[in-house]
């Protein structure tokens, strides 16, 4: 147990030594004291009175509202602390409680030499007796002896009786709510009795001597001179005796081990875990020859090294004659030294009344010795009653007792505060009135209480204070002063429990003023630094020093101080290093080493050599809080540490690794870095002293951390030189190689250091796969027999192709093939100038299983290095790379997150906190620390793993050297032969997807914005109907076209067709295989191909092309055999000739002149559906070929151009450069020449060679143009207008078509026909203009005495349904001779406007979402007033010839 030993309420406390007895393990015996420690705190009415008439000085009932507190503790006070009784009378201890086993009583005999009895258990309560009454020999000077048997259970059949002396404890399972309290509260009672004899012996005394040159105190376990002040029993004294010369081995101090020292016992001797030595200073040992009474540490500075007994040959544990005696002559009356000593014996007698929790017969006793004190100028024993006053008061307000301060304790009239005491009182009133009035008042007094006494404590006089329990008294000074500060500066209960048990505050005090709070800060720390032990290392022990210092830094910490706390931590380093490396050193001296070898002396150990044990590491080298006390230390000065957040020191997580750098990078702002650098130095010879492995490896990692820049550079390289030099890093990171390796041959486990640089990896790319193995993703909508428009997507591909796109790098450098290695490229950075040398470095991974190849290396210094590391996945799915995970040597072992970008902390322009109020920075989960921490994002490598895949070559193929030459308009046949080289997985998907040289530029052409549908239309059609390459189908079973599937280890074979194309210099045959496993429609969202190609040389040469085109109208009578040599022998029947008959309302012809650009003769053939020519053309020679072809008629010769390309289907295409009848003559030369190359056709052929030799191809005709006369030509008009002449006679002459006859004066009748083509009804108007022929105009349209008719030549004809046709007839005669010609012309009088509800239905039936182009045609080309009425005109006039 540690017991706060600087506790405000100290000296009311009763210290409790507590040992071990019998056969006990370790982790029992502290498990009881824990137990025991529970009820540290009786209270009196709780307690039992002894019934001795002679014992009740102390007795309970006289003051119930009392209480004891207990110290308990395992070890024995050093001298320096007893040599202060009585004056600190709450140093020694009053009580030892033997602690046993029980579970151990019925196993073996205790003690050979106590083993009467008739069972082990009786024996060994017999042993038990008699080592209590050894203890009692030994620790005379102890009251109350008693030993306590835990978890014990007596037998009910044959119980044995338990001696006096001795209590038992049943098992925490039996145990009452009481039990423990009712153990402690017989030990009260036996402690209040026996303290009764205590006080009757001082009351004895003649003199009381002060603490400090003179005095002495016989030591605990000394039996010499004196009885023993024990009266339980009256057993004879003992004349054991032990030296006192001690702070030697804590082993020998603290008696927390069996008296025989057995290694391999239950409970480990005393020899394997030494405690702490202490050392001054200045380097005197504190070890061989301590001082132990003020006496002894005076005269130290007299003594020199070479009498080390001189001293202790005198001390002979009680006073001389001549020293007990009073003096009576030559130092003043008689009754000032009566007085004297009456005051102390009082002071001596309340403070046993203190520790016995009769807190009102101490405040009695004490306010009278106090009294008598100060008017006798006693100011030391003056002081000491002040200070047991104030802490009877304080118990008095923690139990809640109402008292009033004694006037003893109230200010000197003489120094004029009393108005600003009762001021002070008013303004506590008024901040709370329902502060009791008590506390009010006494919490007024307390600071000036305090000063008052340390004032008496600190004057110089002939009896002055030591500075051991001048320092103590006043950091319990001061922790009282802190209290009140914390509470607001109030006496109430949040201030009573840290002053009475020390419990610790709800929050730690910051920077920020507090200068309202009486007592405030700043007196306090004044106050406090007067306990700072002077440099004069001889009155001060080494652990009296450290514990002072240590009292001084915690009251720092929790007033929110720290760098001035870390100004006395640092302090008590040098304290602490210097009692360890002498101890060390003389630990090193024992087994042969050299004391100045250090750390470095223990390289020639292991764990078998015979000098080993003597610097053995066990529990008691290195105490459990040094790693928070050096760790706390380390965060005050702002050392960049790894233990920031301690909890997670050990998780590599992404966000744990952020929140270091965050804390790094706020602690490198925080603070000085030389001041940094030398405190790490300070703990790394600190670590060596203990020795500390695990510390040398942690601060030299930190002194390596503090000392470099802590960002990612980035191209600008940025200064990241480390702030020590280039030596003391090559020796840091020497001393952690070898620490770990020694730390390993010594079997200590895996101790390693943390790496310094947390910004070590900076990159992790997969490095990109061969073209022959790189998958490349697609959609499942791409696979064939998936979607229609891919059924065909290898034979017809003009939908866009998907397969041919470029391949996205960035989706196919992520993507690995389950059961392949896969290959990285790591970044490492070292801006360090030594080398770092990596053990072993492997991905982390998660997801699908990854089986990393560990690699290792060595970075240069100073410099960012790339290296190849790589994996193997075992399955497919999803894998993350989050890091690596790398070892450096001498290092632990820890994942690294990837930080690609550099990174460098933000200065941030206003400085917002204050101290280490600067490091409190917020978990990431809130806002960060600076806009920086949000930039710093670690990188996460996201890839897919695909299933295991075939790899597939060209094996062959039929043309040579992969090169062809073509002609113009030929189609060549070759084959490719595929071999599978995988010899497990097959090929079950194949599709072949083609690029050409022509394709780009059409693709450019597309994509232009100028050009019209039309032009687009022709282009879409070249790559959708004449594409270069294609798949040719195979005929018979074995087509592996349709197989697709190629099986491991075979081949397969595939035929292809090429076509002759201007423009076409190299083709590329593309085939993406795979291996699916499963059908297409079952296939998931994505699949993942291979790809392999053929790249081809094409050179192709001009065959036959149409230099010239024209289409011609027919006029008059064509020679019958002209019509029979070009017309098509597919008539038999007389009726199907007469349907074929060519007039020239049904035919127009054809010329076109061919060029033979081949140096070979060419064979032309030209067919339509009715006519066939075939041309012999010479080589260079142009030939005319003239081919009748039938005339169009057209429904809408103004539709919309469509587009081949599914994606502009829903486009339209209207130019707005172009006025709206250049566009309707753009459309309807569109489309009558899409009607003509519709039912043409011409091929060509070589007729030279041989058979095998010649060559076949088409003629390419879409190069054809057609001008407004080759449409009038070849179109029949929507409303067909014909006039004939009835009654009329016909002369046909020769070689001319027949002439209608008609008599001068004659009636004959004009008929009319006039036939609607369309599909809507026409409201016509007819029109008749008679002419007489071969006039001028003006005579030709005269018709006075010329012509006459009955009705008129203008008239509104009835509606002509569509398709529909209409006749009418008028009376004509002629008036003179003469050659007269009919025309006619038929004009819209309104334009035909559907009904809504026909609208409205065909709307309902198409749902078509493209416009009826006719309006938009009105709208945009017609200035926006609709559709302008029609005329049509006869094709040929009527004549007739008049004659008489």
Not at 363 to 390: R, T
Not at 1418 to 1435: C, L, N, P, V, Y
Request: glycine residues 6%.
């Amino acid at each position: 147990m540690t017991p706060d030993p600087l506790l405000p309420i100290a000296p009311a406390r009763v210290k409790a030594l507590v040992l071990p007895i019998g056969r006990i393990k370790r982790e029992r015996f502290e498990s009881f004291v824990r137990r025991l420690d529970t009820e540290n705190v009786v209270h009196l009415r709780d307690i039992t009175p002894d019934g001795r008439p002679n014992r009740n000085m102390f007795s309970p009932l006289a003051f119930p509202n009392g209480a004891m507190f207990y110290e308990l503790m395992t070890h024995l006070p050093p001298p320096s602390h007893l040599a202060l009784v009585p004056f600190d009378l709450y140093r020694e201890p009053l009580v030892l409680i033997a602690v046993a086993d029980g579970a151990e009583i019925g196993n073996t005999v205790f003690s050979k030499r106590h083993s009467s009895g008739r069972t082990v258990e009786e024996a060994n309560l017999r042993a038990l007796d008699q080592e209590l009454e050894e203890l009692r020999d030994h620790y005379h000077r102890i009251l109350v002896h008693q030993v306590l048997i835990f978890d014990y259970m007596p037998s009910k059949e044959k119980p044995i009786p338990i001696p006096d002396g001795i209590t038992t404890i049943p098992p925490a399972e039996h145990h009452k709510r009481t039990t423990m309290k009712t153990v402690m509260c017989d030990i009260s009672s036996l402690v209040l009795a026996e303290m009764t004899t205590l006080a009757k012996s001082y009351e004895g005394r003649s003199f009381m001597d002060s603490p400090g040159p003179g005095s002495r105190q016989p030591a605990m376990d000394d039996s010499s001179g004196l009885s023993r002040r024990n009266s339980q029993f009256a057993l004879p004294m003992g004349s054991r005796s032990t030296s006192t010369s001690g702070l030697a081995d804590r082993s020998h101090v603290r008696m927390s081990m069996p008296p025989v020292p057995s290694k391999g016992g239950n409970f480990p001797s005393s020899n394997s875990t030494p405690g702490r030595p202490s050392t001054p200073v200045n380097g005197r040992s504190g070890l061989s020859n301590p001082p132990t009474t003020f006496d002894d540490i005076t005269g130290a500075r007299d003594s020199g090294p070479g009498s080390p007994e001189s001293k202790a040959d005198t001390h002979d544990g009680f006073r001389t004659q001549s020293q007990d005696r009073v003096s009576v002559q030559g130092f003043g009356p008689n009754e000032r030294w009566r007085n004297k000593t009456k005051s102390r014996i009082q002071i001596v007698i309340g403070s046993l009344y203190l520790q016995a929790g009769r807190w009102a017969d101490s405040i009695e006793k004490l306010s009278e010795a106090a009294a008598v004190a100060k008017s006798i100028n006693d100011h030391l024993w003056y002081g000491k009653a002040m200070e047991l006053l104030l802490v009877n008061l304080l118990l008095l307000g923690w139990a809640g007792v109402e008292f009033q301060v004694p006037t003893v304790l109230l200010p000197p009239p003489e120094k004029g505060t009393a108005p600003s005491l009762a001021a002070a009182i008013q303004e506590a009133e008024s901040k709370d009135p329902n502060q009791p009035r008590w506390l009010r008042n006494l919490q007024i007094y307390i600071p000036d209480l305090l000063d008052r006494i340390i004032g008496s404590y600190s004057r110089i006089s002939s009896e002055h204070l030591p500075p051991l329990p001048l320092s103590e008294a006043i950091i319990r000074f001061c922790r009282i002063l802190t209290a009140l500060h914390l509470a607001n500066g109030q006496l109430d209960e949040k201030s009573l429990d840290m002053i009475v048990f020390g419990n610790p505050p709800g929050k730690t005090l910051t920077t920020s003023p507090r200068f309202t709070i009486v007592p405030n800060r700043t007196q306090i720390v004044i106050t406090l630094f007067k306990a700072f032990p002077s440099s004069a290392s001889e009155l001060l022990t080494t652990i009296d020093r450290i514990v002072i210092l240590s009292g001084i830094a915690s009251i720092l910490g929790v007033l929110g101080f720290q760098r001035k706390k870390a100004m006395v931590v640092r302090e008590l380093m040098s304290v602490l290093i210097g009692g360890l490396i002498e101890a060390r050193t003389r630990g090193a001296a024992d087994v042969g080493i050299h004391p100045a070898a250090g750390l470095a002396g223990l390289n020639g150990l292991n764990g078998h050599s015979a000098g080993a044990s003597a610097l053995d590491l066990g529990e008691g080298d290195i105490e459990h809080g040094i790693d928070s006390f050096l760790g706390l230390l380390l965060k005050t000065y702002g050392v960049i540490g790894d233990n920031l957040y301690p909890d997670t020191a050990k998780d590599d997580s992404d966000a744990n690794s952020l929140l270091r750098i965050e804390k790094q990078s706020a602690a490198r702002i925080f603070g000085i870095r030389n001041m940094k650098i030398n405190i790490l130095r300070l703990c790394i010879n600190f670590s060596e002293a203990l020795p500390d492995f695990a510390g040398v490896l942690r601060f030299s990692s930190d002194l390596l951390r503090t000392a470099g820049s802590g960002v990612a550079p980035g191209p600008k390289r940025e200064d990241v030189y480390p702030a020590i030099s280039r030596d003391e890093q090559i020796r840091l990171a020497a001393n952690i190689n070898k620490t770990a390796s020694l730390s390993k041959r010594l079997g200590l486990g895996d101790l390693t250091a943390e790496y310094w640089d947390e910004f070590l990896l900076r990159g992790v790319e997969l490095r990109p796969l061969p073209a022959a193995r790189r998958p490349v993703p697609h959609a499942k909508s791409l696979l064939p027999n998936v979607v229609t428009t891919r059924t065909s997507q290898d034979v017809d591909p003009f939908i866009y192709n998907p397969f041919l796109k470029q391949v996205d790098k960035e989706g196919v450098d992520k993507i690995l093939v389950a059961g392949e290695p896969a290959s990285f490229k790591i970044t490492l950075q070292n801006p360090y100038e030594i080398e770092v040398e990596i053990e072993s470095i492997r991905l982390d991974t998660e997801d699908v299983e990854f089986e990393p190849i560990p690699a290792n290396t060595v970075i240069g210094p100073y410099r960012t290095q790339k290296m190849a590391i790589s994996g193997i996945p075992k399955s497919d799915g999803s894998l993350r790379v989050n890091g690596a995970v790398i070892k450096v040597r001498g290092c632990r072992e820890r994942r690294f997150p990837i930080f690609v970008e550099p990174w460098v902390p933000d200065i941030r322009p206003k400085v917002k906190t204050i101290g280490l109020g600067s490091l409190n920075t917020q978990h990431p989960a809130e806002k960060p620390l600076c806009p920086a921490i949000e930039r710093l994002k670690p990188t996460h490598l996201d890839l897919g793993v695909i299933s295991a895949q075939p790899t597939v070559i060209i094996k062959s193929s039929t043309l040579p050297q992969s090169s062809v030459m073509i002609l113009e308009g030929e189609r060549q046949a070759f084959s490719v032969t595929l071999q599978n080289l995988s010899t497990t997985t097959p090929v079950d998907f194949l599709l072949f997807s083609f690029q050409d040289s022509t394709q780009a530029p059409l693709q450019i052409a597309l994509d232009s914005r100028d050009a019209t549908a039309a032009e687009l239309y022709e282009y879409e059609l070249i790559l959708a109907k004449k594409q270069a390459l294609r798949l040719r189908k195979r005929g018979g079973e074995n087509d592996n076209n349709k197989k697709r599937y190629i099986a491991p280890g075979q081949t397969a074979t595939f035929d292809f067709e090429i076509l002759g194309k201007p423009g076409l210099t190299h083709g590329i045959i593309q085939v993406d295989y795979a291996y699916l496993g499963v059908p297409h429609d079952e296939v998931a969202e994505k699949f993942y191909t291979r790809q392999v190609s053929l790249e081809l040389t094409v050179t192709v040469n001009a065959s036959v092309e149409v230099s010239r085109i024209d289409i011609l109208a027919l006029h008059g009578s064509i020679p019958e055999p002209l019509w029979a040599r070009t017309r098509k022998a597919i008539t038999n029947s007389a009726e199907e000739e007469s349907e074929n008959v060519m007039t020239p309302d049904t035919h127009c012809l054809l010329v076109l002149d061919l060029r033979n650009s081949w140096p070979s003769h060419m064979s032309v053939e030209l067919e339509s559906d009715e006519a066939h020519v075939e041309e012999q053309i010479l080589p260079g020679n142009t030939g005319r070929v003239i081919l009748p072809i039938k005339r169009v008629y057209l429904e809408d010769p103004h539709a919309f151009i469509p587009a081949l390309n599914p994606s502009r289907q829903r486009q339209f295409v209207v130019s707005t450069k172009i006025s709206p009848e250049v566009e309707r003559a753009n459309r309807e030369a569109f489309w009558y020449r899409e009607r003509i190359l519709d039912c043409l056709r011409a091929t060509w052929r070589t007729t030279s060679g041989h058979a095998n030799t010649k060559r076949t191809g088409t003629v390419e005709l879409r190069a054809m143009r057609l001008t407004s006369r080759m449409i009038e030509a070849v179109k029949i008009d929507e409303v067909g207008v014909e006039v004939d002449i009835l009654g009329a006679r016909n002369e046909t002459v020769t070689g001319e078509e027949g002439t209608k006859v008609v008599g001068l004066d004659e009636f004959v009748q004009v008929r009319v026909r006039v036939i609607n083509r369309t599909e809507q009804p026409v409201y016509p108007m007819l029109r008749l203009l008679p002419a007489l022929c071969h006039r001028p105009l003006n005579v030709a349209l005269d018709f006075t005495r010329k012509l006459a008719w009955n009705g008129t030549l203008q008239q509104v004809l009835p509606v002509i349904a569509a398709k529909g046709e209409f006749e009418t007839t008028m009376g004509v005669t002629a008036l003179c001779r003469g050659e007269f010609e009919i025309m006619a012309s038929v004009e819209e009088t309104r334009v035909y406007v559907p009904p809504p509800e026909a609208a409205a239905d065909d709307k309902e039936e198409g749902e078509k979402e493209v416009v009826n182009i006719d309006a938009v045609l009105a709208a945009g080309f017609g200035g926006g007033k609709g559709k302008e009425r029609r005329i049509w005109h006869s094709r040929r006039p009527c004549r007739f010839v008049v004659r008489d």
